[in-house]
């Protein structure tokens, strides 16, 4: 069992940063890959970073691209989401989630933590 806690978020001005953490805990046998996803009010969980816990590559979106940087701590089983030059509309619930490589999808979830960018 695989367990993931997100922390970090809060309020932040447009062109500021914010820097977000996810520990993972459970079995250090198994490697697994790690993911961000995040949530604004009515709408859809959208896509934002992931790494590959086996061998570091890492993936974007489109829209945050440039801006934000996914890194891990493997030593202390830690995901980290640098966020620069946030924008308002990167505002959301932002979600920590982990898988297996050989799961097709992400099921362990974080508990979310708040991200708010005034305009």
């Known amino acids: 069992q695989v367990q993931v806690v997100e922390s970090g978020g809060g309020l932040v001005q447009a062109g500021g940063s914010l820097r977000l953490s996810c520990a993972a805990s459970?079995?250090?046998?198994?490697?697994?890959?790690m993911g961000w996803f995040r949530q604004a009010p009515g709408k859809e969980r959208e896509f934002v970073a992931a790494?590959?816990?086996?061998?570091?590559?890492?993936y974007y979106a489109d829209s945050v691209k440039g801006r934000f940087t996914i890194s891990r701590d493997n030593g202390k089983n830690t995901v980290i989401l640098q966020m620069n030059s946030l924008k308002p509309e990167d505002t959301a619930v932002y979600y920590c989630?982990?898988?297996?490589?050989?799961?097709?999808?992400?099921?362990?979830w974080g508990q979310g933590t708040q991200v708010t960018v005034s305009s």
């Open positions: 989630a982990a898988k297996k490589p050989s799961s097709g999808s992400y099921n362990y």
């Open positions: 790494i590959s816990w086996s061998f570091g590559s890492t």
């Open positions: 459970g079995r250090t046998s198994n490697t697994y890959d």
